[in-house]
Structure formats: structure tokens, C-alpha cells
């Protein structure tokens, strides 16, 4: 059990386009994901934290008209990335985790690049 | 604020050598994770430690926590290749119950 999907895995897109990225629990019900973006060689950056018909709560730095998070249900979690820039190019991973306290499931991240 | 520091950085050794990577907190640990990650893919979740001194095991992967809570370490016996990747330890936020901080990993690599 715990299983977090994410889709898509692999993703190109023109310089100011918006790219839409999807976390799903797939065999248990999530109320808070968590979105991380990672740069190569280096750790876990968490972006933004979201619980279940509430707004996100995003980390200091990161721009929340630029990534925008909907948690519309218990089971999924939604990223855009407006307007994207060749900087936005990353490795973008969610996780997932049940009730408060509880270990986090990870997906298996969505890699974007930006033209 | 709190940090995590790993140590090594990075590890290469001959399969079937024991190894141990180290995990330290600048402040009490109230739950250490740690996770396991393959070159560009999402994380696996391998332990978590909440008391001092617990210690779990899994398959060849033990982890530990200290007595202090402030440091903790993952023991592989017998590295196979398999168990290459990067392993990654997350501790949860003093201040914050649901948000962990991450250690830069540990990029192992097991040579046949």
C-alpha cells in the first residue's frame, strides 16, 4: 500500500507555456501533499505544502501565482507551472502522507524541461 | 534552523563490503527518515526512527538512532548492487509537525 503516482513522468514545453503536473494516492487517502523540486546533485527543496480543500501553504522564496497548487480532493494534487521559463527546467516530486504525523509516500516526480 | 548533514557525501565500494552512512542534526531529531532514491526517480521509503536509541531492520539495511536523538546511521551488510542510489535523510521540523528537512544524500555506489 502507498503508492503515489505522478503524471506525467517526462515533460517539454515552449518558453511560456503552462505545464500542468498531477499527484495522485492511488490505494490511500492523502490529506496533506507536500511538492518538492529538486536541481541535479542536490537534496529535496519543498515548495509547498497542501491539504484537502484548503489553500496551499508554500514555502518562503517560491511564487505561488507561478506554481499553482490545487488539492481538490483526498486523492489528488495538482501543479501548474505558468508561464514557464527555461529556469523552471527541474525534477519535480510530490509526496503524500495519510494523517498528520505519518510518513510521507513519494511519487515517482515528473522531470521538465523548458525550451 | 535546523540542518542535516550526511556523511560521506559519496561512497563506492567493492559488493559485499559493509558500509555505513551517518546522518547529523544540529538539534534534537523528533523523527528521522530515511529514504532511498534512484538517479532520477521518486523516493522509497526505507526507515523511520522516533526514540532514542531505537534501531530497525530491514532486509541488509539497519538504522539507527542515537541515544541523544541527534545523530543517526544506515548500516548496509553485504552491499549488493541493488543497493546503489542515493540515500536521503529527512527529519521532521521541530517547530513544524508536517514538513521534514532533507540532508544532501549519500550517492552510493556498489561495484560488481
Known amino acids: 500500500g502507498a503508492v503515489v503516482s505522478q503524471h506525467p513522468s517526462w515533460v517539454i514545453c515552449k518558453s511560456g507555456t503552462s505545464v500542468k503536473i498531477e499527484c495522485r494516492s492511488l490505494d490511500f487517502q492523502a490529506t496533506t501533499m507536500f511538492w518538492y523540486r529538486q536541481f541535479p546533485k542536490q537534496s529535496l527543496m519543498l515548495m509547498a505544502t497542501s491539504n484537502e480543500g484548503s489553500k496551499a501553504t508554500y514555502e518562503q522564496g517560491v511564487e505561488k501565482d507561478k506554481f499553482l497548487i490545487n488539492h481538490a480532493s483526498l486523492t489528488l494534487s495538482t501543479l501548474t507551472v505558468t508561464s514557464a521559463h527555461p529556469e523552471d527546467s527541474s525534477f519535480y516530486i510530490c509526496?503524500?502522507?495519510?494523517?498528520?504525523?505519518?510518513?510521507?509516500?513519494f511519487g515517482p516526480g515528473t522531470r521538465l524541461l523548458v525550451l | 534552523s535546523q540542518e542535516l548533514e550526511q556523511s560521506p557525501q559519496s561512497l563506492i565500494v567493492q559488493e559485499g563490503k559493509n558500509l555505513t552512512i551517518n546522518c547529523t542534526s544540529s538539534k534534537t531529531l523528533y523523527g528521522l527518515y530515511w529514504y532511498k532514491q534512484k538517479y532520477g526517480e521518486g523516493l522509497i521509503f526505507l526507515m523511520m526512527?522516533?526514540?532514542g536509541g531505537e534501531e530497525k531492520s530491514h532486509e541488509k539495511i539497519t538504522a539507527k538512532l542515537d541515544e541523544k536523538k541527534q545523530q543517526s546511521s544506515l548500516h548496509i551488510t553485504a552491499s549488493q548492487p541493488s543497493h546503489a542510489g542515493i540515500y536521503l535523510c529527512?527529519?521532521?521540523?521541530?517547530?513544524?509537525?508536517?514538513?521534514?528537512?532533507w540532508g544532501l544524500g549519500t550517492s552510493l555506489a556498489v561495484n560488481p
Open positions: 526512527l522516533q526514540k
Open positions: 529527512g527529519a521532521e521540523n521541530a517547530g513544524n509537525n508536517r514538513k521534514l528537512i
Open positions: 509526496s503524500a502522507s495519510k494523517v498528520v504525523k505519518e510518513t510521507q509516500y
